[in-house]
Each structure stands twice: as structure tokens, then as C-alpha cells.
């Protein structure tokens, strides 16, 4: 099992980024996936979800109409995409995976994003 | 929203010794189908978290037998019958019951 997340990095205050997770090793399109993010020496913080066929998306409150989460089951891959980025969104991000009942759940490696001046 | 409190926050443990790490939430973590949606995740040092157990005190698919989660409701514990020194790191108690799930602060175990 693999996930893999990329497009982290430096962008300043107000601007845009994309991350991606790619996932392989097991059925992508039966997990839920979410994004969960770790602030430099904090804890974890739920970010955002989508259910398995992309139907149904959740957002914490902090995020909510900034960040919106996507994904492509052909490409076995999950999306999410930052706008209006603050200082309060530097984390590294966690793409996460798990099935229904929580029977599974696997994550990936993280990408770090910096939002500073 | 539901908070997740753990005790202690620091936990120095001998080699060998058993150790636990407690867990209490603010509300009730059953869930309407009657499943109580607690996770156990462990942290090594930079690391991306890895879960332990799920559902209270179902262990994931490698993880050793020395680790056990047990408890119901609002209150769930995770212990380590025979710490080793793979164990070190932070461990963190999760829910996910009631949106948005949440975390515990984590609790940081470190070897004496």
C-alpha cells in the first residue's frame, strides 16, 4: 500500500496551491479519503473528506470555502486545492484512506506546505 | 465539536514495563449503527502516523500483541503490556463518530 502526496511548498499569503496524492496497493475507489494536516510541532487536524465515488465532500470550518477536495478513481488519485492560503494553514499535509466501518486505513508520507511572507 | 482529552501528555517508561495512555471525549462515541469509531494511532519520530487499533480494541494487521485498546462510551484506554524501544514516539486517540472527527493532543512516550 502505497500513498504518495506531492505539489507541497512556499507560497505567500493569499495565493494558491494544488496537492495530490497518488495511491496504489489497494481498491482507491472502495476507501473514503481524506486530507489531514500536522501544524510544525502540533497535533493532527481533520481537514476535509470525500466519500468513495465523490459524491459527498465535508470540510472543517477553517477551510470552508477555500479548499476544495477532488478525486478521479480511473487515476487512482485525490486532489485537494488551497485557495486564499494563510499562515495558520502551514502544515504538513497527510493524504489518508479508509473504509467504511474503519475496517482499513493507511497513510501517506506527507507534504509539507509554508505559507509566509 | 467533540474534544478529545488524553492523559498524561508525557510518559516516561522503563524498558519492559507496561505503560497506558487514556483517552476521554466529550460525548458519547457510539455511533447510531452501534459501533463506537475510536482509532489508536502511533507517530515515530518523523514519521506520517500509523494506526494500532480501531473500534476500541480491534488491532490492525501487524501490530504487535502487546498492544490493546479497551473501554466504552466517553472513556478508552491504550496499553502497552511490555514497552520495547520501538514504541517511542506519539500516540494519539481519535474519533470518528461525530463530524468532524477529531484527535486527542497526543502523548509523547519516551524510553527512561
Known amino acids: 500500500v502505497h500513498l504518495v502526496e506531492s505539489g507541497g511548498g512556499l507560497v505567500h499569503p493569499g495565493g494558491s496551491l494544488r496537492l495530490s496524492c497518488v495511491a496504489s496497493?489497494?481498491?482507491?475507489?472502495?476507501?473514503?479519503m481524506t486530507w489531514v494536516r500536522q501544524a510544525p510541532g502540533k497535533g493532527l487536524e481533520w481537514v476535509a473528506n470525500i466519500k468513495q465515488d465523490g459524491s459527498e465532500k465535508n470540510y472543517v470550518d477553517s477551510v470552508k470555502g477555500r479548499f476544495i477536495m477532488s478525486r478521479d478513481n480511473a487515476e487512482n488519485s485525490l486532489y485537494l486545492q488551497m485557495n486564499s492560503l494563510r499562515a495558520e494553514d502551514t502544515a504538513i499535509y497527510y493524504c489518508?484512506?479508509?473504509?467504511?466501518?474503519?475496517?482499513?486505513?493507511?497513510w501517506g508520507q506527507g507534504t509539507l506546505v509554508t505559507v509566509s511572507s | 465539536d467533540v474534544v478529545m482529552t488524553q492523559s498524561p501528555l508525557s510518559l516516561p517508561v522503563t524498558l519492559g514495563q507496561p505503560a497506558s495512555i487514556s483517552c476521554r471525549s466529550t460525548?458519547?462515541?457510539?455511533?447510531?449503527?452501534?459501533?463506537?469509531?475510536l482509532n489508536w494511532f502511533h507517530q515515530r519520530p518523523g514519521q506520517s502516523p500509523r494506526r494500532l487499533i480501531y473500534k476500541i480494541s480491534n488491532r490492525d494487521s501487524g501490530v504487535p500483541d502487546r498492544f490493546s485498546g479497551s473501554g466504552s462510551g466517553t472513556d478508552f484506554t491504550l496499553q502497552i503490556s511490555r514497552v520495547e524501544a520501538e514504541d517511542v514516539g506519539l500516540y494519539y486517540c481519535?474519533?470518528?463518530?461525530?463530524?468532524?472527527?477529531?484527535f486527542g493532543q497526543g502523548t509523547r512516550l519516551e524510553i527512561k
Open positions: 496497493g489497494f481498491t482507491f475507489s472502495m476507501h473514503w
Open positions: 460525548q458519547s462515541l457510539v455511533y447510531s449503527d452501534g459501533n463506537t469509531y
Open positions: 489518508v484512506s479508509y473504509t467504511d466501518y474503519w475496517t482499513l486505513c493507511y
Open positions: 481519535m474519533q470518528a463518530t461525530h463530524w468532524p472527527p477529531s
